[in-house]
């Protein structure tokens, strides 16, 4: 091989992996993409724990209110603020959660 083989081969070779590389860190299944998969993950692992704390604040709120385990103030106090019912000589005060 010649001066301008062994060139052009180096050439290629460098531009290949040029290519390789930067595909490497910019492909569909690249470095990047990989960073962008890990961050979604935690945001997901987050709404998972956000979620699951809601549905065992929901559980039990329906275990309050199940017959066997009534809690009579829970009932009374939500049939007040859902009916928004109280009595006449009650002073009634609204706060936000």
């Given at each position: ?54 549905q065992a604040a ?37 706060l936000e959660r």
């Amino acid at each position: 091989m010649g001066k301008h083989g062994s060139a052009a081969l180096s050439v290629g070779l460098g531009a290949a992996i040029l290519y390789l590389g930067a595909h490497a860190v910019t492909g569909h299944q690249g470095l990047l993409a990989y960073v962008d998969l890990q961050a979604e993950e935690r945001a997901l692992e987050r709404r998972v724990a956000n979620l699951d704390a809601e549905q065992a604040a929901l559980e039990a709120r329906a275990a309050r209110l199940r017959p066997e385990s009534l809690d009579l103030d829970y009932l009374d106090e939500r049939a007040r603020i859902t009916l928004a019912a109280g009595d006449p000589d009650e002073i009634v005060f609204a706060l936000e959660r």
